[in-house]
């Protein structure tokens, strides 16, 4: 740093006429880091006579500044240009191997990361760090720096037990460089949390998320755009862990803290805060608010990255498992084939059969079991199950630390079940359904909306093969664990239908209505009036009010039901042909009714 004398007369003399001497140039680049300041100061180092090496180091200076400002402003493609020319500089006039060559090298990969390519982010990181590995002591804080930059770029492309061991050797470098409660320690902390999180270690992963976000509210403050972070974090654990109750809390907590203090001038914050929103919105059973904050997030990402860049790939997902919640069957396909894209050119590279890959074609199977395409759903989801657990029994270097106690594993499992349901296969689908709980039981509580879902679908295979005990036992479990959640959700609505439909079999019809009544109104609030469930639920009331000899509830129900089905038509999706054959059989039924005195 300069002399304060000098730096005060200099900044005076920056402020009437634009112009730094050169000791100062770097001072106040560092402080402002903004393009207006940095390239006067770059103007400055230009213009200075006799041109030396001093000059040129510092010019490099200001250009990796620069490019790391362009960077977060967005502009990206100045960033790589601007840190492209600093590093030529650095090696031309301090040799390859120097500290600003490795610096930055960490940089530049910073902006290829944000353009998507982590191939390239990750060959800078590995040459960054093998620089280091020569210049410093195995325990220097910079090699702990670059270590969580080359992790993160490997947990994008899928490797995550290489991510692991880099993140555990970074974090012994810095809980021995600055001790246990330091900021450095708990952004390890958070980056080992998310790896461990990907591979399905759900219980480790929360456990590092959870001391994560303590640390950095004790160190940074509680409304901390670094808080912020680890709350999105630790939410999306939650999420994953069906506790969506907390997940919700901790979510809207997180946008809060950003709507307040904003996190820095990154020009994605609000498509991710609107991604945010409608991750929210989805796990609270508002779909039609979360479709529309998802497809404006998603738009304002496209609009910047590009249609395919791995940053669209979360938003994608979701919105693709809102479209299908809500019946929207066509588009949620669509929406899981170009995120299936992307994940395949994204982890290809790092394993063929990439678990990532797996997970989007077992989402795109469940749709195609809604859209009537059973067969090939079946086919599809068992391929699926296969193909991850090829990747299990593989040798430890290939193996890519994945487990058979994954979340998504277990629901490829539970859905699968459902699949063999509908074909009619109850022995099997029982035999996936109880494998599927069996996960679940390992990695998340009791009351647990994942458990509730799966022990209410084991409930309807039960029914079929005539346990009604059984079922009827399952449902109320089911049932209690999602009054203890709270939950509007979805899966309410299906085990009280399902539950309705157990007690029209034995004869307790004012109950059966009721429950079916209930599922309706559920449905209705989570996936408005145009649904195939909705049609179905109608049906269903239709029946049971016919049994009760209430033919004006009966006929009303029938008539409500024909309405979505037609409605479903008309909206030329997937689910039309199936609404087709459903409409048909509702037409002899609707003539029946019609013709009782």
């Not at 404006?296 to 938003?315: F, I, K, M, Q, W």
Request: charged share 25%; net charge negative; aromatic share 4%.
């Amino acid at each position: 740093m300069c002399h304060k004398e000098c730096w005060q007369k200099c900044q005076s003399t920056f402020n009437f006429y634009g112009k730094l001497c050169l000791c100062c140039c770097r001072h106040l680049a560092m402080r402002e880091e903004s393009e207006h300041v940095l390239t006067r100061a770059l103007e400055t180092v230009s213009e200075a006579q006799g041109r030396d090496k001093r000059n040129g180091v510092l010019e490099a200076d200001l250009l990796t500044i620069l490019g790391s400002t362009y960077r977060d402003m967005g502009r990206l493609q100045e960033s790589i240009e601007c840190l492209q020319t600093s590093i030529a500089k650095y090696e031309n006039l301090l040799g390859p191997k120097s500290s600003s060559v490795a610096a930055a090298m960490t940089t530049l990969g910073s902006t290829w990361t944000s353009l998507g390519d982590n191939f390239k982010s990750k060959q800078l990181f590995e040459k960054a760090l093998s620089i280091q590995e020569e210049l410093y002591e195995p325990n220097h804080p910079s090699i702990a720096f670059t270590l969580g930059k080359l992790s993160t770029a490997c947990v994008e492309l899928g490797d995550l037990t290489r991510s692991i061991s880099l993140l555990e050797r970074a974090l012994a470098i810095n809980r021995s460089a600055y001790g246990e409660d330091h900021i450095s320690v708990a952004i390890v902390l958070s980056r080992l949390s998310n790896a461990y999180r990907m591979l399905g270690k759900m219980k480790m992963s929360k456990n590092l998320a959870q001391r994560a976000l303590q640390m950095t509210e004790e160190i940074q403050g509680s409304m901390h755009p670094g808080v912020a972070t680890s709350l999105e974090l630790l939410g999306s654990i939650y999420c994953d862990l069906g506790e969506f109750n907390r997940a919700h809390e901790l979510l809207e907590r997180s946008i809060n803290i950003n709507s307040l203090v904003g996190n820095g001038s990154h020009f994605l914050a609000t498509a991710s805060s609107q991604s945010k929103l409608g991750m929210v919105a989805r796990l609270g059973g508002s779909l039609e608010e979360a479709r529309q904050l998802l497809e404006v997030a998603l738009e304002s990402r496209e609009e910047e990255l590009g249609r395919d860049h791995p940053g669209n790939c979360d938003t994608l997902v979701n919105l693709g498992k809102v479209y299908h919640e809500l019946g929207l069957l066509t588009k949620s396909l669509l929406t899981f084939e170009r995120a299936q894209k992307i994940t395949t050119n994204l982890y290809s590279h790092c394993h063929p059969n990439h678990p990532q890959i797996t997970f989007v074609s077992a989402d795109m199977a469940r749709v195609k079991r809604d859209a009537g395409e059973l067969d090939e759903a079946i086919g599809s989801m068992e391929r699926a199950i296969v193909t991850y657990e090829s990747v299990l029994k593989s040798s430890e270097d290939d193996s890519l630390g994945y487990t058979n106690t994954h979340p998504k594993y277990a629901s490829m499992h539970a859905i699968l079940g459902l699949m063999k349901r509908d074909a009619g296969k109850l022995d099997e689908a029982k035999r996936c359904l109880e494998r599927a709980l069996e996960i679940q039981d390992k990695i998340v509580s009791p009351q647990n909306l994942m458990r509730a879902e799966t022990i209410g679908n084991l409930g309807t295979v039960h029914h079929r093969l005539g346990k009604h005990q059984k079922a009827m036992d399952a449902f109320k479990e089911a049932i209690g664990i999602m009054r203890h959640l709270r939950s509007s959700h979805v899966v309410t609505s299906t085990i009280l239908a399902a539950t309705g439909i157990l007690l029209e079999d034995i004869d307790e019809l004012q109950k059966a209505e009721r429950n079916v009544e209930h599922a309706l109104e559920t449905r209705i609030k989570c996936c408005g009036t145009v649904h195939p469930n909705i049609a179905l639920y109608h049906v269903i009331l239709g029946r049971i009010t016919s049994k009760i000899g209430d033919t004006f509830s009966a006929k009303s129900h029938t008539r409500k039901a024909e309405i979505v089905y037609q409605a479903l038509i008309q909206r030329e999706e997937e689910m039309s042909k199936k609404a087709n054959v459903e409409l048909n059989v509702l037409q002899d039924w609707k003539y029946i009714l019609d013709h009782i005195d």
